[in-house]
């Protein structure tokens, strides 16, 4: 099993049906969750795709990327059905993970290949 293919299908579909929900719940926090899991679809899909390519660091931009973007959108989904956060600060730090995520990735640029 590729974690990384599952997570770009999982977020591609979590997204458009979020989307959808959006749509007919007025936007905000559903919409936003909605965005970022769409826009992080990819990037996923392609680090599964070509997994065998990548180094320890990208792997790694691509779990604390993964872990943040759950956190971010999971927080905002917990308050709007659940009407209560993940935990305090949970968006926050989901989004502080997903920009040292990204980083992080760009920091496996300078890196040799590894193919562990």
């Known amino acids: 099993m590729n974690p990384f293919l599952l997570a770009g299908g999982l977020l591609g579909a979590a997204g458009v049906a979020l989307s959808a929900a959006a749509a007919h719940a007025g936007g905000g926090n559903i919409a936003t969750a909605a965005n970022f899991l769409l826009f992080h679809a990819p990037a996923f899909l392609a680090l599964g795709l070509f997994g065998s390519l990548a180094g320890r660091?990208?792997?790694a931009g691509g779990w604390i990327i993964l872990?943040?973007?759950l956190l971010f959108a999971g927080d905002l989904l917990a308050r709007h059905y659940l009407g209560n956060r993940l935990f305090p600060m949970a968006a926050p730090t989901g989004g502080t993970l997903m920009i040292a995520g990204w980083l992080v990735t760009a920091a496996s640029a300078f890196g040799t290949?590894?193919?562990?």
Not at 113 to 116: A, F, L, M
């Open 67 to 69: 872990v943040g973007l």
């Open 57 to 59: 660091v990208l792997k």
């Open 113 to 116: 290949r590894q193919t562990n």
